[in-house]
């Protein structure tokens, strides 16, 4: 727990995600900005405004290194607040974009970044209609920072937060987990594996709304960035008052992906993903589902990896490959800092 005590500080581990995140968030921000909608702690607000349900959000990007395979940062920059605007089952519309950059940065990579953003926003047909630069003394910043707050609208009816999962519902991941922050770990470090580690980098509005005109029974979407699936379903279970049952087997995980955990001691379901979500879903509706999202280019490896229980209320556990249980709990110290 954040104490109150005058000497403590912010650590890295702070930024990560996982526990540390969400104790910082809870005990330190929200008792000073608490409101209803703030409360919700969904990844977007919704804001009913006149007879319309207008999605609100905003993100920062730090990531190191800023290109990588996959991407850089300011293509992470335009999906990531696009899929948080998605997540709420929102249309994206509009993004700001914010830069701070560092005396001294090359205006080449400046440039690649840009086009980079374009070409991202063209795709999740989003427009950046306003924005702001700042430039800091060189050694005040890593180069640059991107920060994007975006707009979006949502149909009336639809009904999604992460305090929503109830239980029998299934649990739905978009596809292989652990790409995004293992492709950032092998390029920060310098290692190399057989066989080539991308970020799954994308925007996933068209995905949702594929999957909305589907089935209206879907009652939570997230997507799983810092702190990894296991971090998130945790959120969700202690939102939603629910245990969360994981299969094993069924989770999705790139072998290379999975070679490269097993090396460096890591688990896959903490890594960071910038282009997978996960659906907490009707179990009327959920193989009907499954199969929309099979049918889009990025979810066709998409799974159903558990379901919703009374059991282990507040709690995520999971089935393992040989028969046992394991408690599944939220991502403790620094895994991957500075990941998006």
């Known amino acids: ?21 969400y104790e910082l968030i809870e005990e330190v921000f929200a008792p000073y900005f608490e409101n209803p909608i703030l409360n919700q702690f969904n990844d977007q607000a919704i804001l009913p405004i006149e007879g319309i349900d207008l999605a609100f959000s905003t993100d920062t990007y730090v990531v190191s290194p800023i290109f990588f395979p996959g991407g850089d940062i300011g293509k992470l920059a335009i999906c990531g607040t696009v899929n948080d605007l998605a997540m709420g089952g929102a249309i994206p519309l509009y993004l700001s974009v914010g830069f701070i950059l560092e005396e001294g940065f090359p205006v080449g990579d400046l440039k690649k970044i840009l086009r980079s953003m374009a070409e991202a926003a063209k795709e999740a047909k989003v427009t950046i209609v306003t924005g702001d630069t700042k430039v800091v003394n060189k050694g005040s910043a890593d180069g640059i920072f991107i920060n994007t707050t975006g707009i979006g609208v949502r149909k009336k009816g639809i009904d999604i937060g992460g305090d ?13 987990i652990g790409d995004h922050g293992m492709a950032i770990l092998l390029m920060r470090e310098g290692l190399e594996f057989q066989g080539e ?45 629910v245990g ?22 890591l688990d896959p379901l ?12 009707g179990k009327e509706d959920a193989e009907k589902i499954l199969e929309t999202i099979k049918n889009n280019p990025y979810g066709k490896n998409a799974e159903i990896i558990g379901e919703v229980v009374e059991d282990y209320p507040r709690k995520v556990f999971m089935k393992t490959r040989i028969g046992g249980t394991r408690l599944v709990d939220m991502l403790v110290g620094e895994q991957l800092p500075r990941i998006c």
């Open 270 to 281: 903490y890594l960071a993903n910038e282009g997978k979500l996960l659906a907490i879903v």
């Open 1 to 21: 727990m954040i104490k109150e005590r005058r000497d403590k500080r912010i650590l890295l581990a702070h930024g990560s995600g996982g526990k540390l995140s």
């Open 244 to 265: 969360i049952r994981l299969e094993e087997e069924k989770i999705p995980v790139r072998e290379e992906v999975r070679a490269a955990c097993e090396i460096l001691g």
């Open 197 to 241: 580690v991308k970020s799954d980098c994308a925007p996933l509005n068209r995905l949702v709304s594929q999957m909305l005109d589907t089935s209206s029974n879907i009652h939570v979407l997230r997507d799983p960035t810092r702190g990894g699936v296991a971090t998130v379903l945790n959120e969700i279970a202690l939102r939603s008052l």
């Open 164 to 176: 929503k999962a109830r239980v029998g519902d299934k649990v739905i991941v978009s596809g292989f």
